[in-house]
């Protein structure tokens, strides 16, 4: 699942690109126009922004109504949580937490120098030392996920769309498949309990109810 930021695909070129992968199946979602952390963001801000890349983005094929929070931050106040959860809850969304993470977008730019210099080899074992960094690292948090909920729920890594990641993927699943890994739709991993966000959850002594789960075509 794939999830542009308005601002970067507001183009002819980066729409194309974004509309031919979800022509090819990817289904998209929304991580905001403009990229702002919700804890310095009024809600009502953050909400206009939200629709502003659902006006751009909702007309695609794969358009799926769930929202990547920027910098995964969900808010600094219980106030503004609940404010942008129910402005959620009121427009179909669900959100798309992460399970798997780690700083790959810092991480891709040493291998895009060593290309840039015409360093191929060294390139090479980047590349390399890279699959085998993150293999080790999903591994990690998968096993931290399975001791705090006795179960192995279906994971969602967060990679970001760079020169390093659309290289190292194949192999990347490649050696994930050796461990003993299954990838399933996106869409249908978001279904699972842990990724639906209560609407009240910081208020104690109230009722709890979770965001939609979204209609996505």
């Known amino acids: 699942m794939i999830f542009p930021l308005g601002a970067t695909v507001d183009n002819p070129d980066s729409m194309a690109l974004i509309k031919a992968w979800s022509k090819g199946g990817h289904a998209i979602g929304n991580h905001t126009y403009s990229h702002n952390a919700l804890s310095k963001t009024e809600a009502q801000h953050y909400l206009a922004d939200i629709d502003r890349a659902g006006l751009l983005l909702s007309h695609l094929p794969g358009w799926c109504p769930r929202l990547r929070f920027p910098y995964l931050d969900e808010g600094d106040t219980p106030t503004k949580q609940m404010a942008v959860r129910a402005g959620l809850a009121q427009r179909g969304y669900g959100v798309a937490p992460a399970t798997i993470m ?5 991480i891709s730019t040493g291998y895009t120098e060593l290309l840039n210099q015409g360093r191929d080899a060294e390139a090479q074992a980047y590349l390399s030392t890279y699959v085998n960094t993150v293999t080790t690292e999903a591994l990690k948090q998968e096993a931290r996920w ?7 729920p279906p994971h969602v890594m967060l990679l970001h769309t760079n020169r390093l990641n659309a290289v190292a993927l194949p192999q990347l699943i490649a050696t994930l498949h050796q461990h003993g890994w299954n990838f399933i739709d996106p869409v249908v991993a978001l279904t699972d309990p842990i990724y639906q966000r209560e609407l009240d959850q910081a208020i104690p002594g109230q009722d709890r109810p979770a965001l939609p789960v979204p209609n996505c075509r």
């Open 146 to 152: 399975h001791d705090l909920l006795k179960r192995s």
């Open 102 to 106: 780690l700083s790959d977008w810092d």
